[in-house]
Antibody, heavy 121, light 113 residues
């Protein structure tokens, strides 16, 4: 069974930093692209960042580029999101998402349960 | 950037009746591999999104056959043949093929009358 378990969300002050983690199991992590997607309270889904299967290629939404860094440890089956210079509008539930195989085979996104990040003084 | 526009945004439905949600894209979602990269997800109250339909019309494992997806290019539709109480939630379309960014529709709130 595919499992994605996020952690690290907490209350942080504006300008602060935080690192989210996503521990995965039930599939070959090192063969899949992965994403972070966020959802502000009461709002819709917004894509944040993507990393390819071996970490050599990353993409970011304009709103987080230069502040957030996505990375992965394929030996430990963990996805990360380093978040710096946090702002109030970064407040959201952050979801870890499993994407396609590195071969391109696509069968939809699978989502973790999310972790809440609150940026406030 | 590809913009996905869903309609309606609110959908009250009587149990047993059909329901339909439209998703229109600002650009064609037809990929060079011949597939239209458009997915449907539902977020039930208090839960994370779960996959219903991928690549326009393929049902995810465990999804009842009352759910179906269709469309091509820029116009897509999710249909529920007979709505049940457990179908309450927010339905999102998403395009995972052209990036960045991967974009979502605004969401359609399905409620039971």
């Amino acid at each position: 069974e595919v499992q994605l378990v996020e952690s690290g969300g907490t209350l942080v002050q504006p300008g602060g930093s935080l690192r989210l983690s996503c521990a995965v199991s039930g599939f070959t992590f090192s063969s899949h692209w992965m994403h972070w997607v966020r959802q502000a309270p009461g709002k819709g889904l917004v894509w944040v960042s993507r990393i390819n299967y071996d970490g050599s290629d990353t993409l970011y939404a304009d709103s987080v580029r230069g502040r957030f860094t996505i990375s992965r440890d394929n030996a430990k089956n963990i996805l990360y999101l380093q978040m710096n210079s946090l702002r109030a509008d970064d407040t959201a539930v952050y979801f870890c998402v499993k994407d396609r195989l590195h071969t391109g085979t696509y069968v939809g996104f699978r989502w973790g349960q999310g972790t809440l990040v609150t940026v406030s003084s | 950037e590809i913009v996905l526009t869903q309609s309606p945004l609110s959908l009250p439905v009587t149990p047993g009746e059909p329901a339909s949600i439209s998703c229109r894209s600002s650009q064609s979602l037809l990929h060079r591999d011949g597939y239209n990269y458009l997915d449907w997800y539902v977020q039930k109250p208090g839960q994370s999104p779960q996959l219903l339909i991928y690549l326009t019309s393929s049902r995810a494992s465990g999804v009842p056959d009352r759910f179906s997806g269709s469309g091509s290019g820029t116009d897509f539709t999710l249909k529920i043949s007979r709505v049940e109480a457990e179908d309450v939630g927010v339905y999102y379309c998403m395009q995972p093929g052209q990036a960045p960014p991967y974009s979502f529709g605004q969401g359609t709130q399905l409620e039971i009358k």
